[in-house]
């Protein structure tokens, strides 16, 4: 079954994605050589791919641990706000928080999920106490312990095309 992203995007636009999506720091000619292209016509695809949306950032993925980031936390928090006004403002106080890393809206049992990074136990209890002023009325908190597996490569291509 072919997916919705192959029917609006060829071949070459997915190649060229994969590509970025496993290390943005590659060059505008080396992406043409693997996907057999000029230059200008890969940076002419990339280009539109961006102003369409498909490419919404080029990031750096620092390494946390070393940067003195020891504690990952997953918060599950609940919320007895129901005002979209007031949900908007609760919303824009997480954005703004830059121990998070990841902030979801659920379905379920809790509202929020929260991915929050923070360099030790204490600067945690200051994050709940944050949390706590913004109305929260449930809070939940699991502390990883390792990561088995991180990615931010999307499995674009199908298995037989890589």
Do not use: W
């Not at 609760?90 to 928080?97: H, I, R």
């Amino acid at each position: 079954m072919e997916s919705v992203v192959n029917k609006i995007l060829d071949d070459m636009d997915i190649q060229i994605l994969d590509i970025l999506q496993k290390g943005a720091h590659v060059s505008n000619s080396e992406i043409a050589k693997r996907v057999n292209l000029s230059p200008p016509a890969t940076h002419a695809r990339i280009k539109r791919l961006e102003n369409e949306g498909y490419i919404t950032q080029h990031v750096v993925i620092l390494n946390q641990e070393k940067l003195g980031f020891d504690l990952l936390s997953f918060i599950f928090m609940s919320t007895n706000i129901h005002q979209a006004e007031k949900l908007e403002v609760l919303e824009k106080a997480l954005e703004s928080m830059p121990e998070v890393l990841e902030c979801h809206c659920l379905t379920g049992e809790y509202d929020y999920l929260l991915k929050v990074a923070n360099k030790d136990r204490r600067e945690l209890e200051s994050f709940i106490r944050k949390l706590n002023r913004l109305g929260i009325t449930r809070i939940q908190t699991s502390l990883a312990l390792r990561e088995i597996k991180y990615s931010t490569v999307l499995p674009i291509r199908e298995e037989n095309n890589r």
